[in-house]
């Protein structure tokens, strides 16, 4: 099965930087992108950046400018540079996996990792 881990998240002071990591260990599935994702107290999950196998990346207007998604395919890692944090920032943030079954039935799923705390204090 697929499996996500994420770390980095912690405590940082508005405009300063973090860098959260993921790591994802799969059998039997193939990994076609990757995302990260936050969700902040009384608010919706909300897609932060996503890049697909090829390097094509995108991002949220919220953080576009700011934060930095960065993935390596033979390692399957995801990387989200968050620079010029700010207060509104503060969420629990996920890392996503899609993956494909190799083995049949060949179906296509999302999978996440269980979140790290991202906290900007003012």
């Known amino acids: 099965q697929v499996q996500l881990v994420e770390s980095g998240g912690g405590l940082v002071q508005a405009g300063g930087s973090l860098s959260l990591s993921c790591a994802a260990s799969?059998?039997?599935?193939?990994?076609?992108?990757m995302g990260w994702h936050r969700q902040a107290p009384g608010k919706q999950r909300e897609t932060v950046a996503t890049i697909t196998n090829g390097g094509i990346a995108n991002y949220a207007d919220s953080v576009k400018g700011r934060f930095t998604i960065r993935r390596d395919n033979v390692k399957n890692t995801v990387a989200l540079e968050m620079n010029s944090l700010k207060v509104e920032d503060t969420a629990v943030y996920y890392c996503?996996?899609?993956?494909?079954?190799?083995?049949?039935?060949?179906?296509?799923?999302?999978?996440w990792g269980q979140g790290t705390q991202v906290t900007v204090s003012s």
């Open positions: 799969e059998r039997s599935f193939s990994i076609t992108a």
């Open positions: 996503s996996a899609e993956a494909v079954r190799l083995a049949f039935p060949r179906t296509r799923n999302t999978y």
